[in-house]
């Protein structure tokens, strides 16, 4: 098994294309990839497809990796290979309808149609669940399950420039705050089992450091002081 430095000097020389190396780095990171994998088996897409889109997510890891990061490369690997195989699961894979809504949603249709005819007006979506003796959302629901879904590659019919709709989306960069998040994972992570303890009743549970004196079994000013020490050494490695 290859050690962190192993690693990125793999790394290093599959930047500059070195299909040896890129072979090994697959080698030795074959199980982190398929683990990945696993979470998204049954959602409709075939295994080897699956491992194809990672293998591209991977490549895409050894390109962009930094070792200015200050993170591992299996760490920033893992989101890397997850939003490729969501990048391509949102672009290709069907929206799957149950036949019992279908059914549902043509009734509906045919019931606005032939209400619009009587009444030169649409019934309302109370008119509708009362009809059928469904709730609102579920009258909603059944309604949009037959809609065609709007691609963002789609193109606004009266621009003239031909823009899809993803060039009127603005573009935020979070690849930065990506890497800050898995860096301050590693740090906290790094930290002893009090500290860990600490950090975590304080600043995800929402706890008081009265709170977390009484769990600790200390003083409140001693979770203070050690909260302070916490926050400090976080600071300077972060």
């Given at each position: 098994?290859?050690?962190?430095?192993?690693?990125?000097?793999?790394?290093?020389?599959?930047?500059?294309?070195?299909?040896?190396?890129?072979?090994?780095?697959?080698?030795?990171?074959?199980?982190?990839?398929?683990?990945?994998?696993?979470?998204?088996?049954?959602?409709?897409?075939?295994?080897?497809?699956?491992?194809?889109?990672?293998?591209?997510?991977?490549?895409?890891?050894?390109?962009?990796?930094?070792?200015?990061?200050?993170?591992?490369?299996?760490?920033?690997?893992?989101?890397?290979?997850?939003?490729?195989?969501?990048?391509y699961m949102r672009d290709n894979g069907a929206i799957k309808v149950s036949r019992t809504l279908k059914i549902l949603?043509?009734?509906?249709?045919?019931?606005?149609?032939?209400?619009?005819?009587?009444?030169?007006?649409?019934?309302?979506?109370?008119?509708?669940?009362?009809?059928?003796?469904?709730?609102?959302?579920?009258?909603?629901?059944?309604?949009?399950?037959?809609?065609?879904?709007?691609?963002?590659?789609?193109?606004?019919?009266?621009?003239?420039?031909?823009?899809?709709?993803?060039?009127?989306?603005?573009?935020?960069?979070?690849?930065?705050?990506?890497?800050?998040?898995?860096?301050?994972?590693?740090?906290?992570?790094?930290?002893?089992?009090?500290?860990?303890?600490?950090?975590?009743?304080?600043?995800?549970?929402?706890?008081?450091?009265?709170?977390?004196?009484?769990?600790?079994?200390?003083?409140?000013?001693?979770?203070?002081?050690?909260?302070?020490?916490?926050?400090?050494?976080?600071?300077?490695?972060?």
């Amino acid at each position: 098994m290859l050690n962190q430095e192993q690693i990125l000097d793999y790394v290093r020389k599959a930047k500059n294309e070195d299909e040896n190396a890129k072979r090994i780095l697959f080698d030795s990171n074959s199980a982190l990839i398929k683990s990945v994998i696993r979470r998204f088996f049954n959602k409709g897409v075939e295994y080897d497809d699956l491992y194809q889109i990672a293998c591209i997510g991977f490549l895409k890891a050894v390109k962009n990796f930094d070792e200015s990061f200050g993170v591992k490369f299996s760490t920033y690997t893992v989101p890397m290979i997850i939003g490729e195989i969501k990048r391509y699961m949102r672009d290709n894979g069907a929206i799957k309808v149950s036949r019992t809504l279908k059914i549902l949603a043509n009734k509906i249709n045919h019931y606005i149609d032939e209400y619009q005819s009587l009444n030169n007006v649409s019934p309302t979506i109370q008119n509708i669940s009362e009809v059928f003796n469904i709730t609102q959302d579920e009258v909603v629901i059944a309604m949009d399950s037959v809609k065609m879904p709007l691609s963002i590659y789609d193109k606004y019919e009266d621009e003239e420039d031909g823009q899809a709709l993803i060039d009127k989306i603005a573009y935020v960069d979070n690849e930065e705050k990506t890497v800050e998040k898995l860096h301050l994972s590693n740090i906290i992570n790094a930290l002893s089992e009090r500290e860990k303890k600490i950090v975590i009743l304080r600043y995800f549970r929402d706890k008081t450091q009265s709170e977390i004196a009484e769990s600790l079994g200390v003083s409140q000013v001693q979770v203070s002081r050690l909260e302070n020490k916490i926050i400090e050494k976080i600071r300077q490695k972060f």
